[in-house]
């Protein structure tokens, strides 16, 4: 990978972020983008000046074209778009949440995937990275699980569409991203001890953990229509 040229959209922090700094160190070429200009910059001075930092609103669908075409062609695509909306109980849980979970996570991820074709190498990859309540059957989940899975399942539908262009995906876990940081911090680390409790490794998981996986499905030429779970095994937890 170390003449390669990776985008990465969400590279400003979390998963994204440990992403750019992994391909970095393997010599890859990096670009990350994000939709704050603040945490986009500082992304960038802790990445150094070998980064590329491209300001991106991936839920701006009729802007991703011109962004891409700043960046021009690149090999890989990395997709690490988050979302918190559809959190709450199936009885309660607001249906104008769920929308926005789904307009966050599902259509951005498909709207991205979409403008970067014509930049994108052929013969590389795209890697989508969904989420645990895709596979999990937790109480609460129901909106963000299915938002989860909707992204999940565009994997072995595209990887067939694109060939042979690689499709797959990486589902995290718990890890500790700062997606976590809307809760307060002594619920927050409670929630992190009761899950490395049920997690057969032990530990919630570094967005370090998801890196090496995605790292893996780019570097991998043999590897398409796949998602590696990787969740230290909680899906493994009753």
């Given at each position: 990978m170390s003449s390669q040229h990776t985008v990465v959209v969400g590279g400003s922090s979390g998963i994204g972020l440990a992403t750019a700094h992994h391909l970095l160190a393997s010599g890859a070429r990096v670009t990350i983008t994000g939709r704050s200009q603040t945490r986009l910059v500082e992304a960038r001075r802790q990445l150094g000046p070998e980064a590329q930092?491209?300001?991106?609103?991936?839920?701006?669908?009729?802007?991703?074209p011109a962004r891409f075409a700043q960046i021009g062609k690149f090999d890989h695509l990395v997709l690490a778009l988050g979302s918190s909306k559809g959190v709450g109980p199936f009885a309660t849980v607001s249906l104008g949440g769920v929308k926005l979970g789904f307009e966050e996570k599902v259509y951005a991820h498909f709207a991205t995937a979409q403008a970067a074709l014509p930049f994108l190498n052929p013969?590389?990859?795209l890697t989508f990275v969904s989420g645990l309540s895709a596979h999990a059957a937790a109480p609460g989940t129901a909106g963000i699980g299915a938002a989860n899975a909707a992204v999940a399942q565009l994997v072995p539908i595209l990887a067939v569409e694109l060939k042979p262009l690689r499709v797959n995906g990486v589902c995290p876990g718990v890890i500790d991203t700062p997606w976590w940081d809307a809760f307060p911090k002594e619920q927050k680390q409670a929630m992190f001890k009761d899950y490395a409790a049920r997690t057969p490794v032990g530990r919630v998981g570094r967005p370090e953990d998801v890196a090496q996986a995605i790292a893996f499905l780019i570097g991998n030429d043999f590897m398409t229509g796949h998602t590696l779970i990787c969740d230290g095994g909680l899906r493994l937890s009753a």
């Open positions: 930092a491209v300001p991106m609103d991936a839920s701006v669908a009729d802007a991703l013969t590389g990859s």
